[in-house]
Nanobody
Framework: EVQLVESGGGLVLAGGSLRLSCAASGFNFNGYAMSWVRQAPGEGLEWVSSISNEGHTTTYTNSVKDRFTISRDNAKNTVYLEMNSLQPEDTAVYYC???????????????RGQGTQVTVSS
């Protein structure tokens, strides 16, 4: 059974930082790209960032470039999202997702975690 368990969310002041983690199990972790997506209150899902199966390629949505960093540790079956210079508009539930293929260009997401809340106050 595939499981994705996020942690690390919380309440932070604008300009602050958080590091999200996603512990994965139930599949061959180093064979698949992983992503983070988020959902702000009253909004739809927004893709944030992706990382290829071995971590060599990363992609970001424009609004988080130069502030967020995605990484992974395949020995620990964990993917991370380091978030710096957080702004109120980053407030959302952040979800870890497994992609159906190895590259960041794999469009299909086939599993998603339960999410972790990030709240940024001004």
């Amino acid at each position: 059974e595939v499981q994705l368990v996020e942690s690390g969310g919380g309440l932070v002041l604008a300009g602050g930082s958080l590091r999200l983690s996603c512990a994965a199990s139930g599949f061959n972790f180093n064979g698949y790209a992983m992503s983070w997506v988020r959902q702000a209150p009253g909004e739809g899902l927004e893709w944030v960032s992706s990382i290829s199966n071995e971590g060599h390629t990363t992609t970001y949505t424009n609004s988080v470039k130069d502030r967020f960093t995605i990484s992974r540790d395949n020995a620990k079956n964990t993917v991370y999202l380091e978030m710096n210079s957080l702004q109120p508009e980053d407030t959302a539930v952040y979800y870890c997702t497994k992609r159906a293929g190895a590259t960041v260009y794999t469009a299909t997401e086939d599993y998603r975690g339960q999410g972790t809340q990030v709240t940024v106050s001004s």
